[in-house]
């Protein structure tokens, strides 16, 4: 696991497909269930499960943008014939 201030951690994260960054924060709440970690074990988990988060939320509401184009572009290519 990441220790909090190491760098590149959110650059990791950044890089992450919607799949893999779900499925690690599956692991990070997993992790969090299970307990027995020191309380900044958990701070950094949890952030680290905020990062993920948001990072999946990015990659949904970009896919929701995508298919809201093409939907209007498919609806204009339709008003058009």
Do not use: F
């Not at 905020?50 to 809201?68: K, V």
């Amino acid at each position: 696991m990441t220790e909090p201030g190491e760098g590149g951690a959110a650059a990791d994260i950044d890089d992450l497909s919607y799949e893999a960054a779900r499925d690690a924060l599956v692991a990070v709440v997993d992790e969090l269930e299970r307990g027995g970690a020191t309380l900044e074990q958990s701070l950094a988990l949890w952030e680290r499960g905020e990062a993920l988060a948001t990072r999946c939320e990015t990659w949904l509401t970009d896919a929701r943008a995508r298919l809201d184009h093409a939907s209007g572009e498919r609806a204009a290519t339709r008003a058009e014939s």
